[in-house]
């Protein structure tokens, strides 16, 4: 091998060597860095919009949940979904934090659409049961006045 093909070939090798001494570098030096900033909060859209198909096929199908309250029409559950989350991340305090902030505030954010989506499901079956209890109270005296009703005209026949 000649002087100019082991230089040739061992330029490559150079360079990859200064790529590696430059990537581990520590980011303070001033010199990029390939590693990507992570924030927790706030979330972005993305994590937004999955926390809401949760919460829709939580509502809409069979879980846990649905067994003790009841599933709720598609439609419904997807409504139900968005408020929830623009709720509690409203709650939660929508603006940017710092890292530290970050993650109470996740936290927050988090048991605010818990708390929200049990106060939703259980109000929804507290008037549903009200409702059928009104229509009891009301079977009932409709029940009521047409034998009293009955009574009154077998009283007319005598």
């Known amino acids: 091998m000649s002087d100019s093909e082991s230089t040739a070939a061992a330029a490559p090798q150079d360079q ?3 790529q590696h001494r430059h990537n581990d570098a520590p980011a303070h030096k ?4 390939l590693l ?3 924030s927790i909060w706030p979330p972005t859209q993305r994590t937004r919009d999955a926390v809401v198909n949760r919460l829709i096929e939580t509502l809409s ?3 846990p949940l649905s067994k003790r309250y009841g599933t709720m029409a598609a ?3 997807s409504t139900t979904a968005r408020l ?3 709720d509690a991340f409203a709650a ?11 993650i109470q505030i996740l936290q927050v954010y988090s048991k605010e659409i818990s708390k929200r989506m049990l106060d939703t499901v259980k109000s929804r079956i507290a008037t549903a049961e009200n409702g059928a ?3 009891e109270t009301a079977s009932s005296v409709v029940d009521s006045t047409a034998a009293a009703a009955g009574e009154d005209v077998k009283a007319e026949e005598y």
């Open 16 to 18: 990859i060597s200064q």
């Open 30 to 33: 001033g010199k990029p860095s």
């Open 36 to 38: 990507t900033s992570f």
């Open 61 to 63: 199908t069979p879980s």
């Open 75 to 77: 439609d419904e559950a």
């Open 84 to 86: 929830i989350e623009a």
């Open 92 to 102: 939660a305090g929508g603006s940017a934090a710092t890292e530290e902030d970050g």
């Open 133 to 135: 209890a009104e229509s």
